[in-house]
């Protein structure tokens, strides 16, 4: 026998603990809560429990550098945005509001408006005198250009020039008879033609006269009509001349008439440059512009050329240049703005260009630019569900941009992503100032932060929140104030102690740990109303416990029916499970089915078979890439702590196979590795093992099991089909003792455990739990390093030896068998 090892103890193994009623459910005493109902309980801070991400908001919001942008992280329904808007929207209070942006017509380039920044709540105001402004403009104008002095003085400029070309018509026309030649119009226009008599000459006639005539009449006709030609070219040039001074006229009128007006609305905004440059700039260009005053808006057809030509003053008023466009202005308003964009697409984050249809193409105007998110939320603070906005096509990119250029550049996304190109605005950009909160779950949050580089730059501040709370007198006292606070919020009745109390039991339940509460807000505050529903159906004025426990059994019915499915399978014997006598090399192992936020457990045979071989142990789910890699690693465990534990001196000779049967989905975990190596130690000491009991825990190479999760399921599960096939007193499951701190069963369980009829026993140890299943005493090494006589340790070793005895045995015939033909045959 080989040598014991120095870590062996001597002393026999500990006996496995069999658990009391008491230790199966953490009750909560009503009377300890010290009130009758939830209408005595002041509110509690919707901050329970969670000092560190408290923390982490606190510091957010408060340092003013680039790149402190948060990401709320925590489970789902924990109520992270109702706590991050509350503080924010406290903050906020606090911080002064926003300056108005605004959008005006860039008179030098049409292509790109302008943005102004206003004072709080002047952008509105500003938008509004311009209106005021265009129409008072539109009477001045009109009053001013259809004044009698305004019309002489047109018509003199007219006449002056209607003078001037008749004068020198008129004066080439008399030399030209001095010569006789006259000045006539032709269907093709003015003409010199010879005259006799004074009548003008056909060809005909022409031709008949005297060479020395014809000749010098022909140069005559040639000298004026050279006249003729520079006179009919200088007709044009005093055109426009007289054409520019009515212009001049018109700018010097309207230059009077509008004057007044700009320049008492800019002496309103003294204190803006910004719009004194603007008004500026109008004032010129309704001088400009001033016949777009003397029509108004639809007196005149547009044709459709210009609209072909994308001339947004063919589809709207050409007065609407002098606009303004208030992106989101801010009367009323007090402090900063917190802003949710439900939606965050790409357009709702950064804004939009619209355009309008306009024979078969679309043209824009800088009214039609549309704010997003980023400018409501500008100067305050923008809140973002993190899974949604990583779905919007673009948008998280448009974000990243916006926040490292510390800018809001609003443009078409099919212009952004260079898909078309086509004449356009480009809005000046308006620099941002905002803190992100982005809120979504951890795993959303590590990917995010391992993977992309800008995400480390731009969300500098972890925001983490707990999903549970620690328990103790003091947490139940202020949870059942959080309930009492939510049930208040929610317009609920109020709640009886014995019903927070239950509430705060379900919380343990739920969370799977029974010194821990449950920190959910969301799905607490829906188990309150519906255990409202369920006072109000009874007609009752105060909720009570048995409408808190109805509200949990009505969930649980609603989300049963898979649980039922399977646990009727077994029951016809669809699945094989036993709970009854002893089967060598078969365990009922326990896993849970989380399917629709409902957990239940469904108790699966696992067997395994021992042979002489030198695969080891074969775990048949990983061979048929059934068996994820951490119910792979429990199955290569086994074969550490086989090798470990048993003949450390010899090679492992065998082959065993584990597996689940009637398993036809993957299997993942490590929970059932040591219900696998009870099964492995049965085959090799050919014991059977009692039915009776179903197993969970973990194990590791020295043969200590540890904690899993799921507990309560599995020891429910189990117990439905036992007690379904009727409790004999014998059966129970065996889990981890670090597992015990987390037992909150059902009562039907406690109950049946109290009876004598069910039992829960825990283990920490492979030794206890071999010994609980087989009956048999585990046995420890003495002092010679033997296991002793007839103890399971003793009779897995002795199969080994065995087995490794055995497999010396073929080698050293195989090794006889082959030598007469060894050798290269000389």
């Known amino acids: 026998m080989p040598a014991r090892p120095a870590d062996e103890k001597h002393s026999d193994v500990a006996a496995a603990t069999r658990l009391t009623p008491d230790q199966l459910y953490r009750a909560c005493d009503p009377a300890s809560l010290g009130f009758a109902t939830t209408d005595e309980l002041t509110d509690a801070p919707i901050t329970l429990g969670q000092d560190r991400a408290v923390s982490a908001i606190q510091f957010g919001i408060g340092i003013r550098h680039h790149g402190y942008n948060l990401f709320a992280l925590g489970p789902s329904g924990a109520g992270k945005h109702t706590v991050v808007r509350q503080f924010l929207e406290q903050q906020a209070a606090d911080e002064p509001t926003p300056l108005d942006w605004c959008y005006v017509f860039n008179f030098e380039q049409p292509h790109r408006p302008r943005a102004i920044a206003l004072p709080t709540g002047r952008g509105t105001e500003f938008r509004d005198d311009m209106a005021r402004l265009v129409d008072d403009l539109r009477s001045a104008v009109r009053a001013a250009l259809e004044t009698d002095e305004y019309r002489k003085r047109h018509a003199?400029?007219?006449?002056?020039?209607?003078?001037?070309?008749?004068?020198?018509?008129?004066?080439?026309?008399?030399?030209?008879?001095?010569?006789?030649?006259?000045?006539?119009?032709?269907?093709?226009?003015?003409?010199?033609?010879?005259?006799?008599?004074?009548?003008?000459?056909?060809?005909?006639?022409?031709?008949?006269?005297?060479?020395?005539?014809?000749?010098?009449?022909?140069?005559?006709?040639?000298?004026?009509?050279?006249?003729?030609?520079?006179?009919?070219?200088?007709?044009?040039?005093?055109?426009?001349?007289?054409?520019?001074?009515?212009?001049?006229?018109?700018?010097?009128?309207?230059?009077?008439?509008?004057?007044?007006?700009?320049?008492?609305?800019?002496?309103?905004?003294?204190?803006?440059?910004?719009?004194?440059?603007?008004?500026?700039?109008?004032?010129?260009?309704?001088?400009?512009?001033?016949?777009?005053?003397?029509?108004?808006?639809?007196?005149?057809?547009?044709?459709?050329?210009?609209?072909?030509f994308g001339r947004i003053d063919s589809v709207v008023d050409p007065l609407s240049r002098y606009q303004v466009n208030v992106l989101d202005g801010h009367d009323g308003v007090a402090g900063a703005p917190v802003v949710y964009e439900d939606r965050p697409t790409f357009q709702n984050l950064i804004g939009r260009i619209e355009h309008i249809a306009q024979m078969g193409t679309l043209v824009t105007h800088f009214t039609l630019i549309k704010p997003g998110a980023l400018h409501r939320a500008n100067g305050g603070y923008l809140i973002l569900d993190a899974r949604r906005l990583l779905m919007e096509p673009f948008a998280w990119e448009g974000l990243k941009r916006a926040l490292r250029a510390r800018a809001i550049r609003v443009e078409a996304l099919s212009e952004s992503l260079s898909l078309v190109s086509t004449v356009s605005l480009d809005p000046e950009p308006i620099p941002l100032q905002v803190k992100v909160v982005l809120i979504g779950e951890p795993l959303l949050y590590y990917l995010l932060h391992e993977h992309d580089p800008d995400f480390r730059e731009l969300f500098k501040v972890a925001v983490e929140f707990e999903s549970v709370l620690d328990r103790s007198a003091e947490s139940d006292r202020e949870y059942a104030r959080l309930i009492g606070t939510l049930a208040r919020r929610a317009s609920l009745k109020p709640f009886s102690a014995g019903a927070v109390a239950r509430v705060l039991e379900h919380g343990a339940r739920t969370v799977g740990e029974s010194d821990r509460l449950w920190l959910a807000l969301d799905r607490l505050t829906d188990l309150l109303r519906e255990a409202d529903h369920c006072a109000t159906v009874a007609n009752r004025s105060v909720v009570e416990a048995a409408d808190v426990q109805q509200a949990i059994d009505a969930w649980v019915y609603r989300s049963s029916r898979p649980r039922e499915r399977?646990?009727?399978?077994?029951?016809?014997?669809?699945?094989?499970?036993?709970?009854?006598?002893?089967?060598?090399?078969?365990?009922?192992?326990?896993?849970?089915?989380?399917?629709?936020?409902?957990?239940?457990?469904?108790?699966?045979?696992?067997?395994?078979?021992?042979?002489?071989?030198?695969?080891?142990?074969?775990?048949?789910?990983?061979?048929?890439?059934?068996?994820?890699?951490?119910?792979?690693?429990?199955?290569?465990?086994?074969?550490?702590?086989?090798?470990?534990?048993?003949?450390?001196?010899?090679?492992?000779?065998l082959t065993a196979t584990l597996v689940f049967e009637q398993s036809y989905g993957l299997v993942e975990g490590d929970s059932a590795s040591s219900a696998e190596l009870f099964a492995l130690l049965s085959a090799l000491a050919d014991l059977p093992i009692a039915q009776s009991f179903a197993v969970t825990g973990s194990v590791n190479q020295r043969g200590e099991i540890q904690a899993i999760g799921g507990v309560n399921e599995k020891i429910e599960g189990f117990f439905d089909v036992c007690r379904a096939r009727g409790l004999t007193g014998m059966q129970g499951v065996i889990i981890p003792a670090t597992n015990v701190r987390d037992l909150m069963l059902r009562a039907d369980v406690v109950e049946a455990v109290r009876e004598g009829q069910f039992h829960i026993h825990a283990i920490e140890t492979v030794d206890q739990g071999i010994e609980l299943l087989t009956g048999r005493p585990a046995g420890v090494r003495d002092e010679t390093g033997q296991f002793p006589e007839g103890t399971v340790n003793h009779l897995v070793e002795q199969r080994l030896i065995a087995l490794a005895e055995q497999a010396r045995a073929f080698r050293t015939t195989d090794s006889r068998t082959a030598a007469p033909g060894s050798g290269d045959g000389r």
């Open 566 to 653: 399977i646990q009727d399978a077994m029951a016809r014997g669809t699945l094989a499970i036993s709970t009854t006598g002893g089967v060598v090399g078969q365990v009922n192992a326990l896993s849970v089915i989380q399917l629709g936020g409902f957990a239940f457990a469904r108790p699966s045979r696992v067997t395994a078979r021992v042979r002489l071989g030198a695969r080891g142990v074969v775990d048949i789910e990983r061979e048929v890439e059934l068996g994820g890699p951490i119910h792979s690693k429990g199955v290569l465990i086994l074969s550490g702590y086989l090798a470990g534990h048993y003949v450390p001196e010899q090679p492992l000779s």
């Open 156 to 308: 003199q400029i007219d006449e002056e020039f209607q003078q001037r070309r008749q004068a020198a018509f008129a004066d080439l026309a008399q030399r030209a008879a001095g010569r006789d030649l006259a000045l006539i119009q032709t269907p093709v226009g003015l003409a010199i033609v010879p005259v006799r008599r004074g009548k003008p000459l056909d060809p005909e006639a022409f031709s008949r006269l005297p060479d020395d005539e014809r000749e010098e009449t022909a140069a005559a006709i040639r000298e004026f009509e050279g006249e003729l030609a520079a006179l009919l070219h200088r007709v044009p040039q005093w055109q426009r001349e007289a054409r520019e001074k009515e212009r001049a006229l018109k700018r010097d009128v309207t230059h009077a008439a509008v004057s007044i007006l700009i320049d008492d609305l800019a002496s309103k905004y003294a204190d803006q440059p910004a719009v004194q440059q603007y008004l500026a700039a109008v004032k010129a260009d309704v001088v400009e512009h001033a016949d777009d005053f003397r029509r108004a808006a639809g007196d005149e057809e547009q044709g459709p050329i210009p609209a072909l």
